[in-house]
């Protein structure tokens, strides 16, 4: 049975949850209009970086839960051109850094949540 798919935002369902209009959610966004807010619960519009994190610091809740449906999007997105670059990769008669690379990518494609693989020297 496949999975249900999920929507692309639940802003509207925590909004709800945590008792605020939609005018109150606007004022803690900075002033935006309420206006905004319907756009982006209807997804009529994607906000921002800054604002997507500030509703998730508004809901308590982590950006990937509130934007679930953009978020599995992207991961499809990534997990192809990860595969797609592996291959190129893999063509090439590699030295030591290739071959992490290959192997990162491997990981990337064989994790049930790829965001998840774990990042050697992150801090780079």
């Keep these: 049975m496949p999975m249900a798919r999920s929507l692309p935002n639940y802003l509207r369902t925590f909004r709800r949850r945590v ?8 004022r803690l966004l900075g002033g935006s209009s309420r206006t905004t807010v319907v756009r982006h619960e209807t997804g009529a ?6 604002t997507a994190l500030a509703y998730a610091a508004i809901y308590g809740v982590d950006v990937r839960d509130l934007f679930a449906g953009h978020y599995e999007d992207r991961i499809a997105d990534v997990v192809a051109q990860a595969e ?11 030295d030591e850094l290739t071959r992490r690379k290959v192997e990162t990518l491997r990981q990337l494609l064989e994790s049930p949540e790829p965001y998840l693989v774990p990042c050697e020297g992150a801090n780079e």
């Design 19 to 26: 008792h605020l209009s939609q005018a109150d959610v606007a």
């Design 45 to 50: 519009r994607v906000p921002s970086l800054e």
């Design 84 to 94: 797609v670059l592996r291959q190129m990769i893999s063509e090439v008669d590699g």
